[in-house]
C-alpha cells in the first residue's frame, strides 16, 4: 500500500490535514473586518501550527476578500511564515449582486485578475497551489491555458489544480494544460457519502440516488492527483454538535463515534477524519472549525487512520449511511 500524500509525490511539502479559512473576517457583507477578526485568525492559525498544519485553504470568494485579507494580516504580523506554509486559493465562482447572478467564469481575464487580487490580500508574492473553484459551462480550456501559463510563468502560482470537478471535466482541461493538476477538492464526509456509495452502487438502482462523478475516486488516484475533502467535520454532526434535529441513524452514528473515541482515547472529531484519512487515497481533510480548541481535538486524526480496522471502517460507513450494504 502506497503511504506517500499525491503531493509529496510532486515534492509539495503539505501537512495531512489543512485548515480551510472560508469563515475568517466575519461575515459575507460589506462590514469591514476589524482587529478581533484578525485576532480570532491568528489563535485559529496558531492552534493549527501546534498540531503540525502547514496547509491553508482559501477562495478570492471566501466573505468577499476578507479572509484572505485577514489572513494577509496574520501574514503581516509574522512575515516568517509564508515560506513554512502551503497556501491554496481558488478562483472562478463571481457572486452574484443586485444586478447579476452568482455564475462562474474560467476566462484568462477573470483567472489573472482574481490571482493578483487574492497576492495582493494575502500580502504574498505567489499562490503555492490555486483551483479552479467549480465547472465552469463556459471553460475554454486553451484560455485557461493561457492565464496559467502567464501565471507561471510570471511566478505568481506554482501548482495548479480544480475542486468540485469530475474525471471528464478534468481530462478536457488537462487535453490544453500542460501542467498536471495536483488537487480536486470536494465534499466527502462521514455525512456527505456519495464518494463511497458510487462505488458500491455500481449496477444497482439504488446507485441513481447517488451524486459523485463515476469513477472519480479511481481517476484521482490514477492521476496523483491528490483528492481533498471539504466539509470534513460534517458541520460537528458525528463530533458533538446537537443532533435531535437529525434522522435516527446520524444520531446513532455519533453515538457510534463518541463510543469509538472513548475505548481509543481520543477525541470524536479524531475518529470522523481519522474514517475519511483512512481510504487508501490519502484523502487530505480541509478542517472548518475556526475554534482553536476544536483545531487541537483534531491533532489524532492521521494516528486513528493508522489504527482504524477494516471492520471498525465500515461500521461507521454502515450506521453513517443508515443502511446495510447491497
Ligand atoms: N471547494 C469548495 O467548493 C468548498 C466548499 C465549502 C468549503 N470549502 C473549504 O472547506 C473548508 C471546510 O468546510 P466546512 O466548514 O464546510 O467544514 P467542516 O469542517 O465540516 O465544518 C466546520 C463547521 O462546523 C462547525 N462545527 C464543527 N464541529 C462542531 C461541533 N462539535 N459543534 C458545533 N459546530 C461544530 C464549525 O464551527 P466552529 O468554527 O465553531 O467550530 C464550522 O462552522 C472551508 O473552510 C473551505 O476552506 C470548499
Redesign the pocket.
Known sequence: MNKIMPLARRGISSSRLA?????FGGGWDQTPFTDEHVKEAEAAVDAALSIGITMF???DI?TKGKAEQVFGRVLNNRPELRDQIVIQS?CGIQLGDDELPGRFNFSKEHILHSVDGSLERLGTDYLDIL?L??PDPLVEPDEVAEAFASLKASGKVRYFGV??MSAAQIAFLQQAIPDSFAVN???M?LGHLHFVDQGVHVNQAAGTAVNFAEGLMEYCRTQNIQLQA???????KF???DVKDQPEHIQEAAQLVQQLANEKETT??AIVLGWLMRHPAMIQ???????PQ?IKACKDAERQSQLMTREEWYTLYVSARGESMP
Open positions: 485548515l480551510g479559512c472560508m469563515p485553504d482559501h477562495a471566501y481558488k483551483l473553484h467549480r475542486s468540485n477538492q470536494l465534499e464526509s471539504w466539509g470534513p467535520l460534517a458541520q460537528g463530533s458533538g454538535r470524536p472529531e481533510p480541509i478542517i472548518g472549525t475556526t475554534n476544536r
